[in-house]
């Protein structure tokens, strides 16, 4: 973003990439498109992820999965407090990014960093608490132990919310990647900006590589290979909002019986629950005989 | 060969009454079905003809959809959870009063040997109404908020492997919850959902709470695509299954899915030899090897396949195939003539691809629909009999050498219901049950289920959870 600080200095522009594997790569296809504010000024060129920056991250995705679920939930949830702490130190940037993408006062898009960084702290400390919430000991009638466990349910593909591009686009990942999953995330069409530089965040703190893909370009252009990709186990299609559109997604993921999440009306300033946590978790049941 | 010769003990079928054709029950009593054609029901073990049973064509799902919203709006969903519960009670005691019969009816129209009806499936069928019925009052400690909401009319279709078991599973959770509900059973085996519906009678159920409507693929796509439906609950194949997926996408409609599986169960050098030998039998013949989570890919450590398999084949040679009225049959008939096609056709595949196909010495009987217990050694991991469901009596052979081997082979499918591990060594319990990739995981043990217990898969088994309070969670808003 250019700064304003100092009028008699040439900025140094940002280029904005896509995130993948943990490696800021430009867009395979070579393409790029013009970003530009709320009132139309040019903003920047973002990477348009194709087809094969898609699979790219379902493979870097599938990759950091069995590292990322087998970590600690201590672990995890260290990681997830790590990013708000990063978040924090960008505040500026990411305030700027966000008035800039959303067209809010400096001082309500202040507002939604906050909320952002406060969602990544709220989900953090979920980490080691979803089992305990989750799971159960079940009495069953016989001598058995018997428990049932949370698990994550793998590579996670999110098409993220189109109007809010941070708040909305952290609402969306951290539920994921919270209890082991690993994320493809394709941003706000319009508003990616944010997005990438979340991406920076991840990079530097502590969140492996390829736990978290960001691609920015079109969810209407990408969504379909990653709701017919064999290796994705679950989406969320927060961000469709056409109704064919979502059906026709919807009915691609049932081909290898992905979880899906319906696109809904959602104010992403409200306290979020636990549905979009749960969304991504399988749960296991373990029974064991009693005896000497 | 039988080592020993046993007196055959059948039970009595007297205590059944079976009327010799049954319209559809809607909206509280048997009607007629207006636009379909009657089908005939038999019993696979004889081909008897049990019954004539009615199709529900489009305008009967529309009439069972229609009195089971009108009850959800009137009566059900605003009724107190505790009357509901009391319901749900009744409902129990009366299956459990009727058990005997019941589990006749049951062995008669599935062909399951009356040992596993009267033992298993009956009883699991009353407690899963007794376990259903205390969530009905105490709905908001059930973890998923503090005012979860029933969902509306719940369309539920299910498999003829355990017709009044699947029943119970589906029906007692959704009624607890405040939905109420239209049941489709499998067209190979309506007869027991048939006489639940009379339980409902003498319940005094309100009518329209349970509609009970029968029918074969046709007649349970049209339930499953009304627009008076809120919430899809299906168990069966995972072909069906996807078709629903896409049925219901875009739609307000919740799904849960129940679907296939190729459960590996692993046995350790070091695990109990004798009880594992009743494990594996117990995994793949338990009710003819119809059953989603059967242990079919049986995985033995390179060190003990030879005393495993010879154990094997020795307690094979001592089950019993026959009449399952006769209280002593180990495993009964085929359910269908179309399955027990699919059985050979896989078997003969097996063959074909170099597997190496053992039986122990059996006769048949002449009439019904038989299949030997079956094992196939020398399998390997792209063998189809390695890959597909074939829901029969018939389990495959793999070997392994270390835990990881035994993991990524388990692992190498694209379902995810089930597993067994087999080890006297606690810690390799806890690590395989972490790294094994599967809804439900049985150590030392195998097919146990309970009311308490949420059962369901992971990856192409389908999603959601039946049993437990996580049952319960699908049939509710929150």
Same mark, same amino acid.
């Given at each position: 973003m250019p700064t304003k600080s100092d009028p008699a200095r040439l900025d140094v522009r940002k280029t904005y990439k896509l995130y993948v594997g943990g490696a800021f790569p430009r867009s395979e296809s070579g393409r790029s498109y013009v970003v530009s504010d709320a009132k139309g000024k040019f903003l920047a060129n973002a990477?348009?992820?194709?087809?094969?920056?898609?699979?790219?991250?379902?493979?870097?995705?599938?990759?950091?999965?069995?590292?990322? =679920?087998?970590?600690?939930?201590?672990?995890?949830?260290?990681?997830?407090?790590?990013?708000?702490?990063?978040?924090?130190?960008?505040? %500026?940037?990411?305030?700027?990014?966000?008035?800039?993408?959303?067209?809010? =006062?400096?001082?309500?898009?202040?507002?939604?960093?906050?909320? =952002?960084?406060?969602?990544?702290?709220?989900?953090?400390?979920?980490?080691?608490?979803?089992?305990?919430?989750?799971?159960?000991?079940?009495?069953?009638?016989?001598?058995?132990?018997?428990?049932?466990?949370?698990?994550?349910?793998?590579?996670?593909?999110?098409?993220?919310?189109?109007?809010?591009?941070?708040?909305?686009?952290?609402?969306?990942?951290?539920?994921?990647?919270?209890?082991?999953?690993?994320?493809?995330?394709?941003?706000?069409?319009?508003?990616?900006?944010?997005?990438?530089?979340?991406?920076?965040?991840?990079?530097?703190?502590?969140?492996?590589?390829?736990?978290?893909?960001?691609?920015?370009?079109?969810?209407?252009?990408?969504?379909?290979?990653?709701?017919?990709?064999?290796?994705?186990?679950?989406?969320?299609?927060?961000?469709?909002?056409?109704?064919?559109?979502?059906? %026709?997604?919807?009915?691609?993921?049932?081909?290898?019986?992905?979880?899906?999440?319906?696109?809904?009306?959602?104010?992403?300033?409200?306290?979020?629950?636990?549905?979009?946590?749960?969304?991504?978790? %399988?749960?296991?049941?373990?029974?064991?005989?009693?005896?000497? | 060969m039988s080592r020993f010769e046993y007196a055959p003990a059948p039970e009595s079928r007297a205590i059944v009454d079976i009327k010799s054709s049954y319209g559809l029950f809607i909206n509280g009593a048997f009607t007629e079905a207006t636009d379909g054609k009657p089908f005939k029901t038999v019993s696979p073990a004889s081909e008897e003809v049990l019954a004539e049973v009615s199709e529900a064509g489009p305008a009967d799902v529309d009439r069972a959809v229609k009195a089971a919203r009108k009850a959800y709006e009137k009566v059900w969903g605003p009724m107190a959870g505790r009357d509901r519960a009391k319901y749900l009670y009744r409902i129990a005691r009366l299956i459990q009063e009727r058990s005997r019969e019941l589990a006749v009816l049951e062995s008669l129209d599935n062909g399951k040997p009356i040992r596993e009806s009267r033992?298993?499936?009956?009883?699991?069928?009353?407690?899963?109404?007794?376990?259903?019925?205390?969530?009905?009052?105490?709905?908001?400690?059930?973890?998923?908020?503090?005012?979860?909401?029933?969902?509306?009319? @719940?369309?539920?279709?299910?498999?003829?492997?355990?017709?009044?078991?699947?029943? @119970?599973?589906? /029906?007692?959770?959704?009624?607890?919850?405040?939905?109420?509900?239209?049941?489709? *059973?499998?067209?190979?085996? *309506?007869?027991?959902?048939?006489?639940? @519906?009379?339980?409902?009678?003498?319940?005094?159920? *309100?009518?329209?709470?349970?509609? /009970? /409507?029968?029918?074969?693929?046709?007649?349970?796509?049209?339930?499953?695509?009304?627009?008076?439906?809120?919430?899809?609950?299906?168990?069966?194949?995972?072909?069906?299954?996807?078709?629903i997926a896409k049925t219901v996408a875009g739609t307000p409609k919740k799904v849960t899915l129940e679907l296939g599986g190729k459960a590996a169960n692993i046995v350790f050098e070091d695990a109990p030899i004798d009880q594992t030998i009743e494990g594996i039998v117990n995994g793949i013949f338990f009710n003819q090897g119809h059953v989603c989570c059967a242990g079919s890919r049986l995985l033995v450590q390179e060190s003990v396949y030879d005393e495993v398999l010879a154990r094997l084949k020795r307690r094979m040679s001592t089950l019993r195939v026959g009449d399952p009225l006769d209280k002593n049959t180990d495993i009964g008939a085929i359910n269908s003539a179309e399955q027990l096609a699919r059985i050979r056709e896989l078997s003969q595949i097996g063959e074909d691809e170099g597997s190496e196909r053992w039986s122990p010495e059996c006769e048949l009987p002449t009439q019904g629909f038989w299949f030997p217990p079956t094992v196939f050694t020398g399998v390997s991991q792209a063998h189809r009999i390695a890959r597909e469901e074939i829901f029969g009596p018939v389990l495959s052979v793999l070997t392994f050498r270390t835990p990881q081997e035994a993991v990524e082979k388990a692992n190498n499918t694209p379902f995810g219901l089930s597993a067994g591990v087999w080890t006297e060594k606690g810690s390799r319990i806890l690590w395989m049950a972490n790294q094994l990739r599967a809804g439900v995981v049985w150590a030392n043990t195998f097919n146990r289920f309970d009311p308490t217990s949420p059962f369901g898969g992971y990856k192409e088994s389908g999603y959601g959870r039946e049993g437990g309070r996580h049952g319960l969670e699908a049939y509710l808003a929150h």
């Open positions: 990477s348009q992820a194709s087809r094969k920056d898609a699979r790219d991250a379902v493979v870097a995705a599938r990759k950091a999965f069995g590292g990322w =679920s087998a970590r600690t939930a201590y672990n995890r949830g260290q990681v997830l407090y790590r990013i708000a702490e990063v978040m924090e130190g960008r505040h %500026e940037q990411f305030s700027a990014e966000v008035a800039s993408s959303e067209g809010l =006062s400096i001082s309500k898009a202040r507002a939604v960093v906050d909320a =952002s960084i406060d969602r990544w702290v709220w989900y953090a400390g979920w980490a080691d608490k979803l089992a305990q919430v989750v799971g159960s000991s079940n009495p069953v009638a016989g001598p058995y132990f018997d428990f049932s466990l949370p698990e994550a349910t793998g590579v996670v593909a999110v098409l993220a919310p189109q109007d809010s591009s941070l708040l909305g686009l952290t609402s969306v990942i951290a539920p994921a990647i919270v209890s082991g999953n690993t994320v493809v995330a394709v941003t706000s069409f319009e508003r990616p900006l944010p997005a990438v530089t979340l991406g920076e965040v991840m990079a530097t703190s502590d969140v492996p590589g390829g736990v978290v893909n960001i691609l920015t370009g079109s969810a209407t252009e990408i969504g379909p290979w990653l709701a017919s990709h064999s290796d994705v186990n679950a989406i969320d299609l927060a961000g469709i909002t056409d109704h064919d559109e979502a059906t %026709e997604l919807e009915a691609a993921s049932a081909e290898n019986l992905k979880r899906v999440r319906r696109p809904a009306d959602e104010d992403w300033t409200e306290s979020p629950g636990l549905s979009r946590l749960t969304q991504y978790l %399988e749960l296991k049941t373990v029974w064991h005989p009693i005896g000497l | 033992d298993v499936d009956l009883p699991l069928v009353a407690a899963h109404f007794f376990y259903y019925a205390g969530w009905a009052d105490k709905l908001e400690y059930a973890g998923a908020g503090p005012d979860p909401q029933p969902l509306g009319v @719940a369309a539920q279709v299910i498999p003829w492997n355990f017709p009044l078991m699947m029943l @119970a599973w589906k /029906i007692a959770p959704a009624l607890a919850a405040g939905n109420t509900v239209v049941l489709k *059973p499998a067209e190979t085996t *309506p007869l027991t959902a048939l006489a639940f @519906a009379e339980i409902c009678q003498q319940a005094d159920l *309100p009518p329209g709470v349970v509609n /009970i /409507i029968t029918g074969a693929g046709r007649t349970g796509q049209a339930l499953v695509e009304h627009e008076g439906v809120d919430k899809v609950a299906f168990t069966g194949s995972t072909a069906v299954g996807r078709a």
